[in-house]
């Protein structure tokens, strides 16, 4: 294991927490009943509502993302309630099954590891619930196994083709503050996320947005328990209520330093603009490795059309188990932590050993991104895996 210089963990979540953020969060404990904390927060939720670009509400849980699902599912249904799931990739099946746990008959449409949402099939399976029985569709924004970006705009005009009430929930753990995400305008009733990829901040705040459409249906959720009911949260009359109970103070210095760096000083909207160049970046430099030499090594991207291309994660591939083995090189051998090809084949199937994910979301920039694709180059040479030359040339054009 390199010792020597920063070590670069450049997976999908937990994401670099900035410096800044980690120095917010060393201090004392503070107090709890009145004072700072208690001034601070009203502005940490406001700029939650500018980062999702919403007028209406945010709820604050101490949890990860798998929190957030379970929040958004035990408000949103009852029992004997059905949902519609869009499946993508590990992420959208696992808040498939986060609903079935609780009891949610769910009707999923999966459109595989390697292909967006079809707007059309969503319209034509709300269609044939002439029953409405269907109270919500759930998708992800951009599902973090496969790295495809989905066009949540085009799945609300589809529900609204036709004609159907069902509520549209959206996961945007991997890509909110990385990838345009517009909550109102695209007509999104819920959205989740979760404080460690986008956010900057460590796991531990799961975040649930909602509109007044959201909340007046969650007036008769049979399954809010004391604890995932937004209602206080959103509503609180007492401090404590914004929480559940006693505030993850910590994090909530943390957050409020990482919504300076993203919100107030650099803005959403070019934050969004550097995530592009990053991933475009990444892209030129995968596409040139799969070119010539690289073809026989299998090199490519996971998702073919850059529309439907998260801006936060790139999900790789190339032939068993040059993947795995090019990831324990560059942990190894220059300090690079990659990601695991997660859910992009069956468990214990060795064609998994195919896949990796490099992250470029969050507290990133070039030289970050430059360094990583630069490990991965060598460790290609290394492990005498063929490849197309001039990829890191066609990654600092892009970036230039």
């Keep these: 294991m390199i010792l020597t210089g920063r070590q670069y963990l450049a997976i999908p979540g937990p994401s670099v927490v900035p410096d800044r953020v980690l120095n917010a969060m060393h201090r004392a404990s503070p107090d709890i009943y009145t004072g700072e904390l208690h001034d601070m927060v009203p502005g940490i939720q406001e700029d939650l509502k500018r980062l999702a670009r919403t007028k209406h509400h945010v709820a604050i849980y101490i949890a990860n993302g798998h929190g957030a699902w379970e929040a958004a599912n035990t408000n949103l249904f009852s029992t004997g309630d059905h949902a519609l799931a869009l499946v993508t990739g590990r992420f959208g099946e696992g808040w498939a099954q986060s609903a079935e746990a609780l009891g949610v008959t769910v009707r999923r449409l999966d459109f595989g590891r390697r292909s967006p949402v079809d707007p059309d099939e969503v319209a034509r399976a709300l269609g044939e619930d002439r029953d409405e029985r269907i109270r919500v569709v759930l998708m992800t924004h951009a599902d973090t196994a496969t790295s495809v970006r989905n066009d949540v705009a085009a799945v609300r005009a589809a529900i609204d083709r036709a004609g159907h009430p069902a509520l549209l929930a959206v996961d945007c753990i991997a890509s909110l503050g990385c990838d345009v995400f517009e909550m109102d305008a695209w007509g999104v009733d819920v959205m989740v996320s979760a404080s460690q990829k986008g956010m900057m901040t460590p796991p531990g705040l799961g975040f649930v947005w909602l509109n007044e459409k959201a909340r007046q249906a969650s007036t008769g959720a049979r399954w809010r328990t004391p604890y995932w009911d937004w ?84 999900t790789v591939k190339m032939a068993s188990p040059r993947a795995t083995q090019l990831r324990e090189w560059t942990k190894a051998n220059a300090g690079v932590t990659l990601g695991i090809g997660l859910g992009m084949a069956p468990e214990g199937d060795p064609a998994a050993d195919g896949f990796m994910r490099i992250a470029h979301m969050g507290h990133v920039n070039t030289h970050m991104v430059l ?18 030359a001039g990829a890191l040339s066609r990654a600092a054009e892009a970036l230039a």
Aim: proline share 4%; charged share 20%.
């Design 231 to 314: 209602t206080p949260r959103i509503e609180a009359k007492q401090f404590y209520q914004r929480f559940g109970g006693t505030a993850p103070t910590h994090h909530l210095y943390g957050l409020r330093a990482a919504l300076d760096m993203l919100v107030r000083e650099e803005g959403i909207e070019a934050a969004w603009r550097r995530h592009e160049r990053l991933a475009r970046a990444v892209w030129s430099a995968f596409e040139a490795w799969g070119d010539g030499d690289g073809a026989s090594a299998g090199i490519g991207l996971n998702i073919a059309d850059p529309a439907f291309r998260s801006h936060a994660v790139t």
């Design 371 to 388: 360094g990583a694709l630069g490990a991965i180059e060598a460790g290609m040479t290394a492990l005498g895996i063929p490849h197309g």
